[in-house]
Every structure is written in structure tokens, then in C-alpha cells.
């Protein structure tokens, strides 16, 4: 974490102090930093915890505990394979396998050029379109294996 980015992070974590007799709420608090930053920097957990009141712990729990939540920046675009059950019984096991496979990327990975963040979710709510991929913002339905490629050049 850079120094602007560090006091960057103070001044956005300016409002979420609680105010008493309020919890803290450190979900939406990683939330707002994840938007700001693109990501929740693990050295910034202290800082964070000592605005909110709460333990480093505390904050590491919620951090880890949350797939929504990064702890690296993404690359431009966000390729979410659902592994939900429908889709899985749909095949959404070998789309992820040919995204892989066509990005020489991993689950997780930015791959080389940061074009690319590759994740898994847990239903996206298109189960009657499984298998589902969303790509950023945009959701794909009924997606093949050999629709991969021409589905990824889309998005430079
Ligand atoms: S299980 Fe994939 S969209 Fe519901």
C-alpha cells in the first residue's frame, strides 16, 4: 500500500467510525475500501480496525470470511463461473476448465496481462440459463465450452 493510497484510505475511512452506541458494521466498511481501492490491502486491516473500534482479528474474520471481498486488485475484467448446483449439473465444470485452459490462468489468478480475474460464485440466480459465466456486469447464459473463446474476445 502506497502512501497515497494509505491516506486515501484515511479519508475514506473517515464516516464509517461508528457513531455509539452503533456497531460498527465492518462488512460495508471493507466494502466501501474494496470500491475505493479495488481491492482491501491486508496491511491496511490494522488501520481499519482501529477506526472501526474493533480488533485486527475482527477484521481479518470478516476479510477472509466473505468471497465478494479481494485482498489483490482485479485485473479489468471479472469472470465469475457459477458453480452453483445447477450449473454444475449443466457442465459449468468444463466451461471453467476451458476458460482456464484459454487464459492459461488459474481460480484466483489476474493472469499475465491483468486483462483477466478469474473466480468462482455460488448461484447467480440465472439457474433455468445454467450453465451461467458473468463477465463484469454482464451475465451469460446456456455457455459451452466452445463458446469461450469468442465469448472472451469480446472483452479487451
Ligand atoms: S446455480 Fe448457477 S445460476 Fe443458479
Redesign the pocket.
Given at each position: 500500500m502506497t502512501t497515497r493510497d494509505r491516506s486515501g484510505l484515511a479519508e475514506l475511512l473517515e464516516p464509517c467510525r461508528p457513531v455509539p452506541p452503533g456497531k460498527p458494521n465492518i462488512l460495508k466498511t471493507l466494502l466501501a475500501v474494496q470500491s475505493a481501492l479495488g481491492h482491501v490491502p491486508v496491511n491496511a486491516i490494522p488501520q481499519i480496525a482501529r477506526v472501526l473500534g474493533v480488533s485486527d482479528a475482527q477484521v481479518a474474520g470478516v476479510l477472509s470470511y466473505y468471497s465478494d471481498l479481494r485482498i489483490r486488485s482485479a485485473g479489468r475484467h471479472l469472470i465469475r463461473v457459477?458453480?452453483?448446483?445447477?450449473?454444475?449439473a449443466n457442465r459449468?465444470g468444463f466451461v471453467l476448465r476451458a476458460i482456464q485452459d484459454h487464459l492459461r490462468m488459474s481460480v484466483g489468478d489476474n493472469g499475465p496481462e491483468g486483462r483477466f480475474t478469474l473466480e468462482q460464485?455460488?448461484?447467480?440466480?440465472?439457474?433455468a440459463?445454467?450453465?451461467?459465466v458473468m463477465v463484469d456486469e454482464d451475465l451469460h447464459?446456456k455457455v459451452t465450452s466452445s463458446d469461450v473463446s469468442s465469448l472472451l474476445e469480446s472483452y479487451t
Open positions: 457459477c458453480m452453483g448446483e445447477s450449473c454444475v459449468s460464485m455460488f448461484c447467480a440466480g440465472n439457474c440459463g445454467s450453465p451461467t447464459g
